[in-house]
């Protein structure tokens, strides 16, 4: 409830939907989510947002994936450690187009526009950067 109304008065949060970190269904395939969130759904609906898709690209080590596959508790141990072992590098993240909220509200189905939200942040991990952006950013 606090989210819809900080969203409703115009603010932005930022939502991982699945709701957990993406896995490899096998040990080196490709990482994705699991199905997104009904809850992400509601607050999109209720609130009237505008989304912003995000894809961030990466996965974790082959390690993690075939853990993930015996069980939550070694996924869970594994977490920490595949944590530690990306501090202080670059997380790539590739930011898309604004959704409008009257795009979203066509969907009376909240499925089929999470389903919709996600093929966007998917077709976004195709996306080529055409420069460097690091040489953008000023450094101290």
Same mark, same amino acid.
Request: with cysteine.
């Given at each position: 409830?606090a989210?819809?109304?900080?969203?409703r008065?115009?603010?932005?949060?930022?939502i991982?939907?699945?709701?957990?970190?993406?896995?490899?269904?096998?040990? *080196?395939?490709?990482?994705?989510d699991?199905e997104?969130?009904?809850?992400?759904?509601? &607050?999109?609906?209720?609130s009237?947002?505008?989304?912003?898709?995000?894809?961030?690209?990466?996965?974790?080590?082959?390690l993690?994936?075939?853990?993930?596959?015996?069980?939550?508790?070694?996924?869970?141990?594994?977490?920490?450690?595949?944590?530690?072992?990306?501090?202080?590098?670059?997380?790539?993240a590739?930011v898309?187009?604004?959704?409008?909220?009257a795009?979203?509200?066509? *969907?009376?189905?909240?499925r089929?526009? &999470?389903?919709? &939200?996600?093929?966007?942040?998917?077709?976004l991990?195709?996306?080529?950067? &055409?420069?460097?952006?690091?040489?953008?950013?000023?450094?101290?």
């Open positions: 409830k989210a819809l109304n900080y969203v008065e115009g603010g932005a949060i930022v991982f939907p699945a709701g957990r970190v993406s896995t490899a269904r096998t040990p *080196f395939g490709n990482a994705t699991a997104w969130k009904l809850f992400c759904g509601s &607050l999109i609906q209720r009237g947002a505008r989304v912003v898709p995000v894809y961030f690209a990466g996965q974790n080590s082959w993690f994936h075939l853990a993930s596959r015996l069980g939550e508790a070694m996924r869970e141990a594994l977490l920490v450690h595949e944590i530690v072992r990306r501090m202080n590098t670059e997380v790539h590739v898309g187009n604004i959704i409008e909220s795009q979203l509200a066509a *969907f009376d189905d909240k089929e526009m &999470l389903n919709f &939200l996600r093929d966007q942040v998917y077709a991990a195709d996306w080529t950067p &055409l420069t460097d952006h690091r040489e953008m950013v000023a450094t101290r």
